[in-house]
Structure formats: structure tokens, C-alpha cells
């Protein structure tokens, strides 16, 4: 079974502080992904990774960055946390592969809360 | 770009009732994946299709890979209280991204 876990479940932050949030996966994934989800906006992708050190933007990255040292651990980090930033960030992996690059398996999400 | 049109929207059952939805695509894809969404948790993935006309089933959930690429299916049998959750599609729009349906909301009244 493939694991993706996220370093918390629940975070509270205040305005300006910097936060890490971790994702590790278990079965080897050469692609890592991080989104947030909002009611009504769905799944939003903020960065994603295909190999270690190797990141590419997603569809709202602005105020977000994120280091990928090792191939298991991909790490989003706010910079500096505002309140538009509270949300649910779910990481995800996937394996490389025609096909299997396109599978994306999940974290059980970190709601932040930012105040 | 591409865009998925997932419905219902939302479902209100009773227990034992079967579940039909679907996602359709202004593109072809060529993956259709299938996930379930608890309150608070992260999607889990259900199933996943890789060929056109394919018809997969895990446990109670059944789902197709349309024949025309652009639509696909999910079917649960036989509802039971803990199927609640929104249900997603999704496809991908490149190499490594997906696009994903907006949900459908099921309640399942015991």
C-alpha cells in the first residue's frame, strides 16, 4: 500500500511566522505534489516536484516555496503565513511511468489555520 | 483548458440503494481516477482506468473508462452509511498534473 503522511493533522500559525509543512511518502514516488483545498475552489496545485531538487510552479504558488533534498520528503514552506493562507494542504505522490505518472495518491491533509 | 463536468452534484440515498455518477471531459484522457473524500481527510484513491472501454471494480464500486476517452462512470452497489463522502474525478491535463471534477456530496440515510 502506498503511504503518504504529513508531519500534522491541525496547525495554528500567526500572521508573518514562517511554516513548514512536511510530506513524506514510502513507495519510492519520483513525483511529489502539494495543493491546498478550499470550498468552492476545489483542488488547487501550488508546487509540484518529478525528481530531488528538480520543482516546477503550479497554478498558485505566490507566497508559497518548497525544497525537495530527498526523494521520500518534499516540504512546502510559507514564508511568511497570512490569513488568505489558512486552508487544507493535502500532498500527494505519484510514481514515474506513462500511466502511473498521472495516479496521484494522497496525505491525509493539514488544516492551517493562520491568524 | 480542459475541464471536467462531474453529477450529481450531490446525492441523498437510503441505505441499499445503488449510486450512479459521472465526469465528463471537453478533451480525451487517457487515465480516469476515481477518489473519496471523508470531513478533514485526504482523498483516498478508489480506482483507477488506463483504457478505453475498461470496466474495474473494487468491492462494491464498479467504474468505466468511456469508449469515446471523454466520459467515464462510478457505480456503488448496495449503499451502506459509510460510502458518505465526496466523491472526485479526475484526468490529466499534462504530464504530471490532474484536473479534477468539482465532487459529488453523498448522503446515505441508514
Known amino acids: 500500500d502506498v503511504k503518504v503522511t504529513q508531519s500534522s493533522r491541525y496547525l495554528v500559525k500567526r500572521t508573518g511566522e514562517k511554516v513548514f509543512l512536511e510530506c513524506v511518502q514510502d513507495?519510492?514516488?519520483?513525483?511529489m505534489f502539494w495543493y491546498r483545498q478550499d470550498p468552492g475552489l476545489g483542488l488547487r496545485l501550488i508546487y509540484f516536484?518529478?525528481?530531488?531538487?528538480?520543482?516546477e510552479k503550479g497554478d498558485i504558488p505566490e507566497g508559497y516555496s518548497v525544497s525537495r533534498e530527498k526523494k521520500e520528503r518534499f516540504s512546502l514552506i510559507l514564508e511568511s503565513a497570512s490569513t488568505n493562507q489558512t486552508s487544507m494542504y493535502l500532498c500527494?505522490?505519484?510514481?514515474?511511468?506513462?500511466?502511473?505518472?498521472?495516479?496521484?495518491?494522497f496525505g491525509p491533509g493539514t488544516r492551517l489555520t493562520v491568524l | 483548458g480542459q475541464q471536467l463536468n462531474q453529477s450529481p452534484q450531490s446525492m441523498f440515498i437510503q441505505e441499499g440503494e445503488d449510486v450512479s455518477m459521472n465526469c465528463t471531459s471537453s478533451?480525451?484522457?487517457?487515465?480516469w481516477l476515481w477518489y473519496k473524500q471523508d470531513p478533514g481527510e485526504g482523498p483516498v484513491l478508489l480506482i483507477a482506468?488506463?483504457?478505453?472501454?475498461e470496466l474495474t471494480s473494487n468491492g462494491r464500486l464498479t467504474a468505466q473508462f468511456g469508449i469515446t476517452r471523454k466520459d467515464s462512470f462510478l457505480n456503488i452497489s448496495a449503499s451502506i452509511p459509510s460510502d458518505v463522502g465526496i466523491y472526485f474525478c479526475?484526468?490529466?491535463?499534462?504530464?504530471?498534473?490532474?484536473?479534477f471534477g468539482k465532487g459529488t456530496l453523498l448522503t446515505v440515510n441508514p
Open positions: 516536484s518529478y525528481d530531488v531538487k528538480m520543482k
Open positions: 478533451s480525451i484522457f487517457n487515465t
Open positions: 482506468l488506463y483504457k478505453a472501454g
Open positions: 500527494a505522490s505519484s510514481p514515474d511511468g506513462l500511466a502511473g505518472r498521472n495516479t496521484q495518491y
Open positions: 479526475a484526468g490529466p491535463r499534462s504530464n504530471y498534473k490532474l484536473t
Open positions: 513507495m519510492d514516488h519520483e513525483n
